[in-house]
């Protein structure tokens, strides 16, 4: 692996012009070792105890919501509206993890073995949380919140992409827990990698792509005590019946494939539509995508920001160039706004795909950019065989008027997270979040994911 560049400097993807000052790769060992001693003291601490510290913490971030929503949409290009949206999940997600803690946390007292008993929840020790430029606070924010609140102290990566939002994070969790017990360890792919095979790190949950995932888990075989977590992205389809409510399902389908400008796990990167009304579905997606023009991002009218490198651009540049079909939408690539800034702005797109497109890069990777494959199906049953041809397997929505069919449709498809009538962005932190298949292995996030924070311990005794 090439070795992670001691500093570098981030521009604005919105604006060119901008560029952020120095960042430094962090010292692992040093930050572990940290870490590990801040241990004792913090699984120590009773259930409420930390809980305590973690309302200062949440406080502290509610002072600093429109600031750090700012710090999100300049570094990472994310259309401000939506970054104030992930700063609202990052303040709701506190009081979401303390009812999951009271859950699952709580010691369990067994009355029907033969001698008195409980189970309880044991913290594991330092937990790495690398964390993606997507919701460069939020994703990662969940899970450190559920380790901390296990007993476990965290080390925060960002994306070196995000590297400033998760500096500005990191101080205010800091200042207001003991020393040692966030620890902020920024880098590229080789610190995360370095970070999540130190022996003294006995979490891990990574959210990235399917390669690097699936290299880390090949890397921590050998350590099977080690907790992973893995969510490494979709393909994520939505379905359409000739019973759907069209309008409502274009919408969504916009919406979803626009979001932070395709770059989320849950986007959607696939319509499949049935025969009959696949003309007038096409012809109100088109109308809604209007909607979705470049513009700055700290705009508060933009809904759609640019791509957060010019790798990204790159990407879709290369599928628009090399992807063979029908294009009913071309997509562009924008050097410079209409106001003067330079990023890496595009526009979305739509490909009319078949069965050939089933071993294309846009059928087996995750583009993490505003593309749509548009393919049509006659029945049901061949609605469920093409989705299924897909390995991806975390979100995917289904539009119809007939619930049954919801059901009927949903019971065969290989998903996380099944929605009807919604987008496939449609992800409350209410519910759990994870994928199936090439998406992970079903524990990175949402509502529960403190059960995989700690280790179950049955313990048992016997008056002598």
């Not at 940290?34 to 259930?47: D, E, I, P, T, Y």
């Not at 710090?71 to 970054?83: C, D, F, M, N, V």
């Not at 303040?91 to 008195?116: N, Q, T, V, Y």
């Not at 609605?383 to 995917?396: D, I």
Request: proline fraction near 6%; aromatic fraction near 8%; hydrophobic fraction near 40%.
């Amino acid at each position: 692996m090439t070795q992670d560049p001691a500093a570098w400097i981030n521009r604005s993807p919105g604006d060119l012009d901008f560029a952020f000052s120095e960042a430094r790769r962090s010292d692992v060992g040093a930050a572990v070792s940290r870490s590990k001693q801040a241990f004792r003291g913090w699984s120590g601490l009773s259930l409420d105890g930390r809980r305590s510290a973690l309302e200062a913490c949440r406080e502290r971030l509610r002072e600093r919501t429109e600031e750090l929503a700012r710090l999100i949409s300049r570094e990472t290009g994310k259309p401000l509206r939506e970054a104030r949206m992930e700063m609202g999940g990052v303040i709701a997600k506190f009081d979401l993890a303390f009812a999951d803690a009271d859950r699952f946390l709580r010691e369990e007292p067994i009355a029907s073995g033969p001698h008195p008993a409980a189970i309880r929840r044991r913290p594991r020790g330092p937990a790495a949380v690398i964390a993606p430029f997507n919701f460069p606070i939020h994703l990662g924010h969940g899970a450190s919140v559920a380790y901390l609140l296990a007993g476990n102290t965290v080390l925060f990566k960002p994306s070196p992409l995000a590297v400033h939002v998760g500096d500005a994070y990191a101080r205010e969790m800091q200042s207001a827990l003991p020393d040692g017990v966030f620890e902020f360890v920024p880098g590229g792919a080789q610190t995360g990698r370095e970070l999540s095979l130190h022996p003294d790190v006995r979490s891990v949950c990574f959210t990235g792509s399917v390669p690097a995932g699936t290299a880390l888990a090949v890397s921590l075989a050998g350590d099977y005590a080690k907790s992973l977590a893995l969510e490494l992205g979709g393909k994520n389809s939505a379905i359409v019946l000739a019973d759907a409510p069209l309008e409502e399902a274009a919408s969504a389908v916009a919406d979803g494939m626009c979001l932070t400008a395709g770059q989320r796990c849950n986007a959607t990167s696939r319509v499949l539509v049935q025969e009959g009304v696949a003309a007038d579905f096409l012809s109100l997606l088109q109308t809604s995508l209007d909607r979705y023009v470049p513009g700055n991002p700290l705009d508060e009218a933009t809904l759609l920001g640019p791509l957060i490198s010019e790798a990204a651009k790159q990407r879709f540049g290369d599928l628009l160039d090399t992807m063979t079909g029908e294009w009913l939408r071309h997509g562009q690539r924008i050097d410079r706004l209409p106001a003067g800034q330079r990023g890496h702005y595009v526009t979305p797109a739509i490909l009319r795909t078949d069965t050939s497109f089933d071993t294309s890069p846009l059928a087996t990777r995750e583009s993490f950019v505003p593309i749509l494959a548009f393919e049509t199906f006659t029945t049901e049953e061949m609605a469920v065989e093409r989705h299924e041809a897909w390995n991806f397997g975390l979100t995917a929505s289904i539009f119809t008027a007939d619930d049954s069919a919801f059901r009927r449709i949903g019971d065969r498809l290989s998903v996380g997270n099944l929605y009807a009538n919604l987008p496939t962005t449609f992800s409350p932190s209410t519910l759990p979040f994870g994928g199936w298949g090439a998406s992970g292995n079903g524990r990175p996030g949402g509502s529960g994911f403190i059960r995989f924070a700690a280790e179950e311990q049955a313990v048992q005794w016997r008056k002598p």
